[in-house]
């Protein structure tokens, strides 16, 4: 059965940093590519970034573009979003998503696994 469960989210000030992970299992974590998804309250959902099975490469909405890094390290299963200079337009639920091949597709139809999702508050 496939699991993906996200770590790391919580309340931080304007500017802060915060990193976000994705443990990955059952599946062959390294033949997937991996990808970052986020909800903000009222709103729909939004694409924020991508990576695909070897790392190399990646994808990032404009709107973190500079700011946020994807990454993973597949001896440990294990997807990243590092979050530098967040503002307050960051505050959402962030969910890790699985696709189903090893480059990734922005559709939703391109993925069919997803964590719980973790929060994000983004305040003073």
């Known amino acids: 059965e496939v699991q993906l469960a996200e770590s790391g989210g919580g309340l931080v000030q304007p500017g802060g940093s915060l990193r976000l992970s994705c443990a990955a299992s059952?599946?062959?974590?390294?033949?997937?590519?991996m990808a970052w998804v986020r909800q903000a309250p009222g709103k729909g959902f939004e694409w924020v970034a991508a990576?695909?099975?070897?790392?190399?490469?990646?994808y990032y909405a404009d709107s973190v573009k500079g700011r946020f890094t994807i990454s993973r390290i597949n001896a440990n299963n294990t997807l990243y979003l590092q979050m530098n200079s967040l503002q307050t337009e960051d505050t959402a639920i962030y969910y890790c998503?699985?696709?189903?091949?090893?480059?990734?597709?922005?559709?939703?139809?391109?993925?069919?696994?997803w964590g719980q999702g973790t929060q994000v508050t983004v305040s003073s």
């Open positions: 990576i695909n099975d070897g790392g190399y490469g990646k």
């Open positions: 998503a699985k696709d189903k091949g090893p480059k990734y597709g922005l559709k939703w139809e391109d993925f069919d696994n």
């Open positions: 059952g599946f062959i974590f390294n033949n997937y590519a």
